[in-house]
């Protein structure tokens, strides 16, 4: 700590690289200290209006006097309040009845610490979906702009990482954005479903309510109603504990956790790619690679893509846990752990959006290496349109086959022991059995016969599946994302 008088060394303290290096200022800030409190403070002016205009003894001028008060947060104030009180809550009515004393008898009344802790939870919850919704179908957009582009390029197919039959760089890009895609929907089922956790009292039974409106139990949910529509929420959960239900950060999370997957594998995808030199992240003019082979190249947005996702994927083992063991109403052992994974998942999952839209912006594809593979690969591949051909023009497909099998091994003999190139089509052209389809073998090779429907799917899948889930975010297309690290 620093002496009296002398300003503290913030970088002798530790700061979480998830908002000191990498997030973005929205969503950092929705996870703020400013934020939480300023929306306690709205929360408390909600119940009190409510209250008032279902007959309780509240004034205009307090109402006034709260409105006027809830951005003006004593923060000194309310940690020398809470170092006394140990109660995060009750620090923070007292810093807030202290500007605002014609209001203080009325501050927090009727009210649980989860009055304002948990529908504060969930707002934030809320405005993170909102925050991250926009920044998935950014990537989308421009990975379906890069789908569109490449749809009918051919490229080497890939199962178990072992040559296959091909595809295109274009229908590649789609099995990505269909993942994402599935995301896009999960997170705005999972934002559409919250709801507010209302005006419950201490156990969820309402009973503080109910005495102050004197039994009248319709006053009593018409007061959960109002407030629950003035904090933008359609519905609230109608039982609570003292919580809300600790399995809704569960399903929170597990869409998070689903979106890191995707995220993962994709990035995955690209690192592979770059090790085949056939497509690239962006690489700046002066960006270094490594501080020792000075020729390094290395995809380090999607390493880090990767990185972050694990982190991301692991932190819905917390909310597990935590709602297995929410003994009746609530346990306290919930509170901590709350604090740093719910953050962390939002922030991550935000860093991770931020990161793959830069690169689906500037991803570079290198035509000639992905021609050159298929070379490499297509001989083999063009076998059975080889065989097929024969037997048209008179031939036997066994003597066919076997002339083809003693040729093709020949042939991998040479890429394999001798490290030459595929050289299986010289072998066929200079075999007296294949003059018929001499001719024909230009024709048979064209990468373009090999791609089956690839161009007219991506083009399907792009107008009928992401077009349409995309349209509510059109206004949010705009603006590159430079990345500040």
């Given at each position: ?166 595809t295109t760089v274009g229908k590649r890009c789609c099995l990505w954005i269909q993942d994402l895609c599935m995301d896009l929907q ?10 507010f956790r209302g005006v419950k009292g201490t156990t969820g039974t309402q009973a503080s309510f109910l005495q102050l409106f004197e039994g009248d139990h319709s006053k009593v949910e018409e007061l959960d109603r ?260």
């Open positions: 700590m620093a002496a009296p008088g002398e300003k503290e060394d913030v970088m002798a303290r530790y700061r979480s690289p998830l908002v000191s290096r990498y997030a973005s200022a929205e969503m950092a800030y929705n996870f703020s200290e400013r934020k939480k409190f300023g929306t306690w403070r709205r929360l408390w002016l909600y119940l009190a209006e409510a209250e008032k205009s279902l007959g309780l003894l509240i004034t205009d001028e307090q109402i006034r006097e709260m409105e006027a008060n809830l951005d003006n947060i004593d923060f000194k104030m309310a940690a020398e309040e809470e170092k006394k009180l140990r109660h995060d809550v009750m620090a923070h009515v007292h810093t807030f009845a202290h500007c605002c004393p014609k209001a203080a008898a009325i501050i927090h009344l009727g009210a649980t610490s989860c009055y304002v802790g948990d529908n504060t939870d969930l707002i934030v919850l809320r405005d993170g979906f909102n925050l991250l919704l926009p920044k998935l179908a950014r990537v989308i957009s421009r990975l379906a702009n890069f789908a569109e582009k490449y749809a009918d390029m051919p490229a080497l197919g890939f199962t178990h990482y072992q040559p296959a039959q091909l999960n997170l705005e089922r999972a934002r559409d479903d919250l709801r109002l407030v629950t529509a003035k904090a933008g929420f359609k519905r609230a959960y109608m039982v609570t504990g003292q919580t809300y239900s600790r399995k809704v950060d569960i399903g929170v999370l597990a869409v998070l956790a689903s979106l890191g997957a995707s995220i993962h594998k994709i990035c995955t995808d690209i690192r592979l790619l770059a090790n085949l030199k056939e497509i690239e992240e962006p690489f700046e003019k002066d960006q270094i690679g490594s501080s020792a082979m000075p020729y390094k190249r290395n995809p380090m947005r999607s390493e880090r893509c990767c990185s972050l996702a694990r982190h991301l994927m692991t932190l819905v083992m917390d909310p597990l846990q935590t709602a297995a063991v929410q003994w009746f109403e609530r346990t306290l052992d919930d509170s901590a752990n709350r604090r740093v994974c719910l953050a962390e998942a939002f922030l991550t999952a935000d860093i991770i959006l931020s990161t793959l839209q830069n690169v689906s912006e500037g991803l570079v594809v290198y035509p000639k290496v992905i021609e050159r593979r298929i070379r490499q690969e297509l001989p083999f591949m063009a076998t059975e349109n080889i065989i097929m051909a024969m037997v048209k023009a008179g031939g036997n497909r066994q003597d066919c086959h076997e002339k083809i099998r003693v040729l093709s091994q020949q042939a991998a003999a040479v890429v394999k022991q001798e490290g030459g190139d595929n050289d299986f089509i010289a072998r066929v052209c200079a075999d007296p059995y294949f003059s018929p389809i001499h001719k024909q073998l230009d024709s048979l090779l064209d990468p373009s016969s090999f791609i089956g429907r690839a161009p007219q799917q991506v083009a399907k899948f792009l107008k009928e599946e992401v077009q349409p889930v995309l349209i509510p975010y059109q206004s949010e297309m705009g603006g590159k994302i430079e990345l500040a690290l």
